[in-house]
């Protein structure tokens, strides 16, 4: 110990002194050191070869690409970019078809999608955090993000009828106006990489300032209806309405309607080119205070109900505007809700209770495919002796119940039966027992319902379902007033096609 004490104590006197004799060489030599030029153009010169470095597209072909389109508050709207599958294909060696069924996942060529981090130029070997094979979701600074708080837009990548796209898309409401998102999108096959560098830029859309150059007052009257299906609007001239307009076609022409503030929205809402209207007819949006929407297809104008809260008797006034080049053909259209007029005539005598035996069958899919309708309207209005309408209120309104293998099992507080699937209908276990969905879900099984159908159908859990096949098997029994149709349901999915 003394040995290493003396060695310990001859190094820090020898420390010590070059210490003391360094500062007698500088008497500056605590002070802030002040940079010579030489030294601060060194300097630069450094950070500008590693600002190129960060810079620089690790790859053999790069194509690059500027998308624009309209910010949204609601929606992931955005626009396609085609790009040039020939130049990749060329680049790679392979056909343009080997190429695009790669990058749809069938097969074909051994070609990678991945991405390039914005900040970095790093490669990221995801293929795809979005909704196809090859694509990504992406933040401010064109790094790949999962879908969440720093998303701002996306890239999904299709090809189709020998044409490479890429939708890109917006997170509803993070994007301001004339934000940009610059992303690198990128390919490997064997020893070549191909980038696909596209700038995404959000534009604000403009106040409307136009001129109204025809109006038209229609009116559609209609049942209560809670499937969102769509009536059309009578009387509204296409033709008129475009040649006032002066466009050569529809696709030309956008639609407004009006906010309660008497200015225009221009946002679409419902299914594009379409808007939810609140119940005093104004720009509103899906949820309990919707009354109506208004969508435009195949030249003609639609109009659909939020389930449950359009009653008979009720009625709502609404704007939906065609517009083209400052011109505005304006249609305001009342939406008058009358009593459903029932067709049938309910049948004669007594209800009585029915058991039938049915199959339903499908080959397993991932795309939460369902059966073909197996209709059972007959076997229930004779069960019942109502009309298809009186049954399908029955249910809607809990008069009449669906229930899973016995009356009243895996009832809510209530008594109403706990439905897991599209009601009335559940989630079916392996037994055919009612799960919710989940990790025990294997199939569904809905009754669809409406004023003139009743049906089950049924599909798979892409999941949890075996894709070589499973049968289920389940009981569903329909009960009003003690009289019930019990259906023993054969749910055969066959193996994936």
């Not at 070609?111 to 390039?116: K, L, M, N, P, Q």
């Not at 070997?125 to 969440?148: E, F, L």
């Amino acid at each position: 110990m003394k040995k290493l004490s003396y060695i310990l104590s001859g190094l820090l006197i020898a420390g010590c002194s070059a210490i003391f004799s360094s500062c007698g060489d500088n008497e500056n030599f605590w002070g802030p050191h002040t940079l010579t030029d030489d030294e601060i153009a060194e300097m630069a010169r450094q950070d500008s070869i590693k600002q190129a470095q960060r810079e620089r597209i690790d790859a053999d072909l790069i194509l690059e690409y500027t998308v624009e389109f309209y910010l949204s508050a609601n929606s992931y709207d955005g626009a396609e970019v085609e790009i040039d599958m020939d130049k990749i294909a060329n680049e790679f060696g392979i056909t343009k078809d080997a190429l695009g069924a790669a990058l749809n996942g069938e097969g074909g060529a051994d070609v990678t999608g991945f991405a390039i981090e914005g900040s970095t130029h790093a490669d990221n070997m995801t293929s795809s955090n979005s909704g196809a094979y090859w694509g990504h979701w992406w933040d401010k600074d064109g790094n790949v993000k999962n879908w969440g708080d720093e998303a701002m837009v996306f890239a999904e990548f299709w090809y189709e009828d020998g044409k490479g796209i890429f939708n890109v898309g917006q997170y509803p409401g993070h994007l301001v106006a004339d934000q940009q998102v610059k992303f690198i999108e990128a390919l490997k096959y064997q020893d070549k990489r191909v980038a696909i560098v596209i700038t995404a830029i959000a534009r604000a859309r403009g106040e409307v300032k136009a001129t109204v150059v025809a109006s038209n007052k229609l009116t559609v009257e209609t049942a209560p209806n809670d499937t969102y299906a769509t009536v059309p609007v009578e009387g509204f001239d296409a033709n008129a309405a475009l040649a006032a307009l002066g466009a050569g076609s529809w696709a030309d022409v956008d639609w407004v309607c009006t906010n309660a503030d008497g200015s225009y929205a221009q946002e679409y809402s419902a299914d594009a080119p379409g808007f939810w209207y609140d119940k005093e007819g104004f720009s509103g949006s899906w949820g309990d205070n919707a009354s109506v929407f208004a969508t435009f297809q195949e030249e003609q104008i639609w109009i659909g109900q939020m389930p449950g809260q359009m009653t008979a008797g009720s009625s709502v006034t609404i704007n939906f505007s065609a517009m083209y080049d400052n011109k505005i053909v304006e249609n305001i259209i009342t939406v008058v809700i009358k009593e459903y007029e029932d067709p049938e005539t309910a049948p004669e005598g007594t209800p009585a209770s029915i058991e039938k035996d049915i199959t339903l069958t499908k080959p397993y899919d991932a795309d939460w495919g369902a059966t073909d309708d197996f209709d059972v309207k007959e076997e229930l209005r004779q069960c019942f002796k109502m009309t298809t309408y009186q049954i399908f209120s029955a249910l809607k309104n809990g008069e009449m119940n669906m229930w899973c293998g016995e009356v009243g099992k895996d009832a809510n507080e209530d008594g109403t039966p706990a439905y897991t699937a599209d009601a009335p209908g559940y989630w079916l276990g392996v037994e055919g027992q009612r799960v919710t969905w989940g990790d025990e879900a294997i199939v569904y099984l809905n009754l669809g319902i409406s004023e003139e159908s009743l049906a089950f159908y049924s599909g798979n859990h892409p999941e949890n379902c075996n894709p070589s096949g499973q049968t289920i098997k389940t009981k569903m029994i329909i009960e009003k007033n003690g009289i019930t149709a019990t259906f023993n349901i054969t749910i055969n999915i066959t193996a994936a096609q």
